[in-house]
């Protein structure tokens, strides 16, 4: 994020995040949808092989100081270890209460009872690690971009605070959501992700007579699905809940 925040370098942001989940769907619908990985008896231990991946991940990840940007949010925040390394201090562009808030519940929820079954083939290769490891990755991608509303809020805040202020003042969500949407904004999105995600997993054959049967490693609709009932709609929530907390 540059050092100075306007909605160009936040949209900027947001495109690049775009990417990374595309590329990171990709990766997971190399393995069937496997189940047993899911399970939280399958361990013994009451966590499933996902969820014990996750929290061990974070863990690590925390003591090498990641989590400490407002959009890398963890998913198990609680206990996780202090960096051990020197952090460098910067100066947060945000509103210093953005810390708290977080939709990764949400996330996790959506991710493996709704869109995973959306682009994993039914079945079970038993590759259980390389496929939470990427369920890992998805997870990290999806909850970045939606936490980048954050950036978001506090752009369009800046850039037309007497917009706002007035409906955080009253705590009016409904107000404030009718501010942040823009449709013809977010048709535009669904289509360029819809789009990356065909161009990115096309199988490229040297067959020149092949173009009119182009198989793909993941359904472009699933993407734009993803941004359509999850991705966007999360991050107007994160948005709101960022602005209720501007003024405080």
């Not at 009718?178 to 995600?197: C, G, S, W, Y």
Request: aromatic fraction near 12%.
């Amino acid at each position: 994020m540059a050092n100075k925040l306007t909605l160009d370098s936040v949209r900027d942001a947001l495109i690049r995040e775009e990417d990374s989940i595309v590329f990171s769907l990709i990766e997971r619908a190399r393995f069937p949808y496997n189940a047993p990985a899911y399970d939280s008896s399958f361990l013994g231990n009451g966590l499933s092989i996902a969820e014990f991946y996750v929290r061990e991940s974070e863990s690590l990840q925390a003591k090498v100081g990641r989590y400490q940007k407002p959009e890398d949010v963890p998913f198990f925040p609680k206990d996780l270890p202090r960096p051990f390394p020197p952090t460098k201090d910067s100066q947060s562009l945000l509103y210093p209460a953005s810390a708290s808030v977080s939709v990764n519940e949400a996330i996790w929820k959506f991710y493996f009872t709704e869109l995973l079954p959306l682009f994993t083939e039914k079945g079970d290769d038993g590759n259980y690690a390389s496929s939470v490891a990427s369920d890992f990755v998805c997870l990290q991608a999806i909850s970045r971009r939606i936490h980048y509303g954050k950036y978001v809020a506090e752009a369009k805040f800046t850039d037309a605070p007497q917009d706002y202020s007035t409906a955080i003042s009253s705590e009016d969500r409904d107000r404030l959501m009718n501010l942040l949407t823009f449709v013809a904004v977010e048709e535009a999105v669904k289509k360029r992700v819809e789009k990356k995600a065909r161009l990115f997993s096309q199988n490229v054959t040297l067959d020149e007579n092949d173009s009119d049967q182009t198989k793909y490693k993941i359904n472009p609709s699933v993407v734009s699905h993803l941004y359509d009932k999850w991705v966007m709609p999360l991050t107007k929530v994160v948005e709101v809940e960022y602005l209720l907390l501007r003024l405080s």
